[in-house]
């Protein structure tokens, strides 16, 4: 198309595989949705507030309900008293969220340092707003972070460092020393936004706690962090989020909001308000999901196959270096068709730097038994590969 604000923009490779797993009827633990329904408490809520006539447009940050839980939660978790009025705005889910920050914070030639592999919503929001993308990639090895080498591309022409914590698609969570070395570099770079992408803040596993941005007093007023109902619940359809920050900066996201969502699903807002106030609806789900990853990964009994345990998010990657020397993405679409189990190539992650290693995405949010069956299906990869 001439014009095209992006030109070499094809349809995802998560719209891509979850298409073939339909033509195949294969399992599909590609793209991140669970295959198990939501609490029904939640939905008996949502239908509470629909019959209560709670169906006309929320104001536009939120409704003061669900604002003043989310400062609760986030004061209980991270020790930050947020204030509901300045510091937080109810979103279309998270993605919702990043976009609209980016929107309203980069500028034309603006860098954005983006740390890959990366959710792929990242590079084409930059892009529209005329960004530069500069890449720096994590360690395929052991999934940590090169801060040493990611100083080294922010410059004075750098606006925004995004990071995502816990990790999509490595399962990598953030330690104290992470959080430390965003610090010394805001501390550094006093111009520069965090932008940090939380979603799966209650997905973290084996004891380790889940450190937001904001909980540093020094990294605070240059970032904003974003949410999701939708991954903390079980509800991604609901597609509803929240993005909190410094005041100066969601009064700039405010500016963009209200024009291109303005306010957020009524009824919903008032179900999660009344359902966040039972904290344990939130905080035996990494419990939960930790119970999956284990189930997963103890069932894959393939000695060519080389997992290291996702420490947060719902997603497992396993590495197929040692099995196949085919691109990731040949590999996904043959193992969809030949063991029927689909999964994500995670190149598709990256801007331009390519990893050379077969790795593939697996999502962790399914029944029991589904994951079990994906499982045995892949510990007969010798046959096919």
């Not at 306010?263 to 904290?279: D, F, R």
Request: hydrophobic fraction near 40%; charge should be positive.
């Amino acid at each position: 198309m001439t014009g095209s604000k992006l030109p070499n923009t094809k349809e995802s490779i998560f719209s891509t595989m979850s298409k073939l797993a339909r033509e195949e009827e294969a399992i599909n633990l590609s793209q991140g949705f669970p295959d198990f329904d939501i609490d029904n408490t939640l939905s008996e809520l949502a239908f509470k507030y629909m019959k209560a006539g709670n169906n006309q447009y929320a104001p536009m940050p939120g409704i003061v309900e669900l604002r003043e839980q989310i400062a609760l939660k986030y004061e209980k978790l991270y020790n930050y008293k947020l204030n509901i009025n300045e510091n937080i705005v109810v979103t279309s889910g998270a993605t919702q969220a990043l976009f609209t920050a980016i929107t309203a914070l980069v500028h034309k030639n603006d860098e954005v340092v983006v740390i890959t592999p990366a959710y792929d919503c990242y590079i084409p929001a930059i892009k529209l707003c005329g960004g530069k993308v500069i890449e720096t990639a994590i360690d395929l090895n052991t999934f940590n972070i090169n801060w040493a080498e990611l100083k080294t591309k922010i410059t004075s022409q750098t606006k925004m460092l995004i990071v995502n914590n816990p990790h999509n698609p490595s399962g990598y969570v953030f330690s104290q020393q992470d959080i430390l070395e965003l610090e010394n570099i805001v501390k550094a770079f006093p111009h520069l936004i965090i932008l940090s992408d939380e979603v799966y803040e209650h997905i973290v596993f084996d004891g380790k706690p889940h450190l937001s941005v904001l909980g540093n007093k020094h990294i605070r007023n240059n970032a904003l962090a974003t949410f999701s109902f939708g991954k903390t619940f079980h509800a991604t359809g609901w597609k509803t989020g929240y993005i909190i920050g410094a005041t100066h900066l969601i009064n700039e996201f405010k500016k963009v909001h209200q024009y291109n969502v303005f306010s957020v699903n009524t009824p919903i807002q008032y179900a999660l308000a009344e359902y966040m106030q039972k904290h344990a609806n939130y905080k035996a789900i990494s419990n939960m999901y930790e119970a999956k990853r284990n189930l997963f990964i103890n069932a894959i009994n393939h000695e060519k196959l080389n997992i290291k345990p996702s420490t947060g998010s719902y997603y497992q990657l396993i590495n197929f270096t040692k099995l196949s020397d085919k691109t990731d993405v040949v590999l996904a679409k043959e193992l969809t068709r030949k063991i029927k189990v689909a999964s994500i190539p995670i190149s598709p992650f990256y801007f331009t730097n390519k990893p050379d290693k077969t790795l593939l995405r697996f999502c962790l949010a399914k029944q029991d038994e589904t994951l079990l069956k994906a499982a045995e299906k892949i510990n007969m990869l010798g046959e096919y590969v």
